[in-house]
């Protein structure tokens, strides 16, 4: 009896339960391009990541980074300037950039791929500008790796080189290198801060003025500042 | 019996959005649908979206699943006069509350964004505990 009663409600929830299936494979049918940040292929060697600043730096800050990641585009757009101004021109640090493209962004291994390439040719850091300059544009484009190559002109690489490495995926298994370590190291959110080996525990990504404090109380051999976490990532 | 019904479509629906939001976190669907905003990547993005190893969502999937069977099952000429599966559904709800609180609270003061299918289950799971609790009351 009670069966018979609720047949209506039984088709409503049947209805709504395909509505959603149905949305919810239309959303798989909408997955990016093949690349993917499970892509594989032979891992680099070499070090792990990008540097910037001086090799003989006695702190290093290891930033693990994914160029679809909005909270690294902040930082990179907001704080990295502030960071080469202020930071690096002392001697005291060097930046370590390492590829980490989330499983759940579609379009980020693109951009760590059009970036590993400009690398190629010595042009990450103004091709990883232009990336995060410009990240809301090819994450919401059709066609994010032709956005990237016109990002990859601007940032001034030779365009077929470019190319064939993109096309190629030549420099894919660097972006890799960079990801196992980071998986290695269980990190699963972006960005997440190493200085000198030690995880940065703050909420939010660190701002200038506390990376000036702890790299001056590194640099002069004070103990580890309160906000770092014990942990030692090797960058190779 | 109603708000066993209303639980029941409440927790499909969550089931649904939890669902969704799990496929996501393991780059099994397109980009999230957010309205433009970039709140619900920086949510999904962030380090909270994982505890103890699996996605948040993923919990979702579980507590939504649980809900709707316990409301299915209440249907039932079996259960259908008992009150055991209402109370089960105020404290399944309420436990759901509980962790959709902690959820926005990180939100709010930890991550700084608001996911809109975060505001979505939240209501969801607030609503059916408000149903549950009608339903307790009646009974």
Same mark, same amino acid.
């Given at each position: 009896?009670?069966?018979?009663?609720?047949?209506?409600?039984?088709?409503?929830?049947?209805?709504?339960?395909?509505?959603?299936?149905?949305?919810?494979?239309?959303?798989?049918?909408?997955?990016?391009?093949?690349?993917?940040?499970?892509?594989?292929?032979?891992?680099?060697?070499?070090?792990?990541?990008?540097?910037?600043?001086?090799?003989?730096?006695?702190?290093?800050?290891?930033?693990?980074?994914?160029?679809?990641?909005?909270?690294?585009?902040?930082?990179?757009?907001?704080?990295?300037?502030?960071?080469?101004?202020?930071?690096?021109?002392?001697?005291?640090?060097?930046?370590?950039?390492?590829?980490?493209?989330?499983?759940?962004?579609?379009?980020?291994?693109?951009?760590?791929?059009?970036?590993?390439?400009?690398?190629?040719?010595?042009?990450?850091?103004?091709?990883?500008?232009?990336?995060?300059?410009?990240?809301?544009?090819?994450?919401?484009?059709?066609?994010?790796? +032709?956005?990237?190559?016109? =990002? @990859? *002109?601007? $940032?001034?690489?030779?365009?077929?080189?470019?190319? /064939?490495?993109?096309?190629?995926?030549?420099?894919?298994?660097?972006?890799?290198?960079?990801?196992?370590?980071?998986?290695?190291?269980?990190?699963?959110?972006?960005?997440?801060?190493?200085?000198?080996?030690?995880?940065?525990?703050?909420?939010?990504?660190?701002?200038?003025?506390?990376?000036? +404090?702890?790299?001056?109380? =590194? @640099? *002069?051999? $004070?103990?580890?500042?309160?906000?770092?976490?014990? /942990?030692?990532?090797?960058?190779? | 019996?109603?708000?066993?019904?209303?639980?029941?479509?409440?927790?499909?629906?969550?089931?649904?959005?939890?669902?969704?939001?799990?496929?996501?976190?393991?780059?099994?669907?397109?980009?999230?649908?957010?309205?433009?905003?970039?709140?619900?990547?920086?949510?999904?993005?962030?380090?909270?979206?994982?505890?103890?190893?699996?996605?948040?969502?993923?919990?979702?999937?579980?507590?939504?699943?649980?809900?709707?069977?316990?409301?299915?099952?209440?249907?039932?000429?079996?259960?259908?006069?008992?009150?055991?599966?209402?109370?089960?559904?105020?404290?399944?709800?309420?436990?759901?509350?509980?962790?959709?609180?902690?959820?926005?609270?990180?939100?709010?003061?930890?991550?700084?964004?608001?996911?809109?299918?975060?505001?979505?289950?939240?209501?969801?799971?607030?609503?059916?505990?408000?149903?549950?609790?009608?339903?307790?009351?009646?009974?």
């Amino acid at each position: 009896m009670a069966g018979k009663s609720l047949t209506p409600f039984y088709i409503g929830l049947g209805v709504l339960a395909v509505a959603g299936g149905a949305y919810i494979v239309a959303g798989t049918a909408r997955r990016g391009p093949p690349l993917t940040a499970e892509t594989t292929a032979p891992l680099a060697s070499g070090p792990r990541g990008i540097t910037l600043g001086s090799d003989s730096a006695p702190v290093e800050i290891m930033e693990f980074s994914d160029f679809e990641c909005p909270w690294c585009g902040q930082f990179a757009n907001l704080q990295m300037p502030d960071v080469r101004q202020r930071l690096l021109p002392t001697g005291k640090v060097r930046w370590r950039f390492v590829n980490f493209p989330l499983v759940i962004h579609q379009k980020s291994p693109y951009a760590h791929l059009a970036a590993a390439c400009a690398n190629e040719q010595g042009r990450f850091w103004e091709m990883h500008d232009l990336i995060y300059q410009h990240q809301e544009e090819w994450v919401s484009s059709r066609n994010p790796l +032709r956005m990237l190559g016109d =990002l @990859a *002109a601007q $940032a001034g690489v030779d365009k077929a080189r470019y190319e /064939s490495c993109v096309s190629e995926r030549r420099s894919w298994g660097r972006v890799l290198a960079d990801k196992a370590l980071g998986d290695s190291l269980g990190i699963n959110g972006t960005p997440t801060f190493y200085i000198n080996g030690r995880l940065w525990g703050g909420n939010q990504s660190p701002t200038v003025d506390q990376l000036i +404090r702890i790299v001056d109380s =590194l @640099a *002069a051999g $004070a103990p580890a500042p309160a906000r770092t976490r014990a /942990s030692a990532p090797a960058p190779h | 019996m109603r708000h066993r019904q209303i639980v029941a479509a409440l927790a499909l629906t969550g089931l649904l959005l939890s669902i969704y939001l799990t496929l996501y976190h393991y780059g099994l669907t397109g980009q999230l649908a957010c309205g433009g905003a970039a709140s619900c990547e920086k949510v999904q993005a962030s380090r909270y979206a994982v505890l103890l190893g699996l996605p948040v969502a993923g919990y979702g999937v579980g507590g939504y699943l649980v809900l709707l069977v316990v409301a299915l099952a209440g249907l039932q000429d079996r259960w259908a006069a008992s009150a055991g599966p209402t109370r089960l559904l105020v404290l399944l709800s309420a436990g759901g509350v509980a962790f959709t609180i902690y959820l926005t609270w990180l939100e709010l003061f930890r991550i700084h964004a608001i996911c809109r299918w975060c505001v979505g289950s939240a209501a969801i799971i607030v609503l059916a505990f408000v149903a549950s609790l009608a339903g307790m009351r009646r009974s």
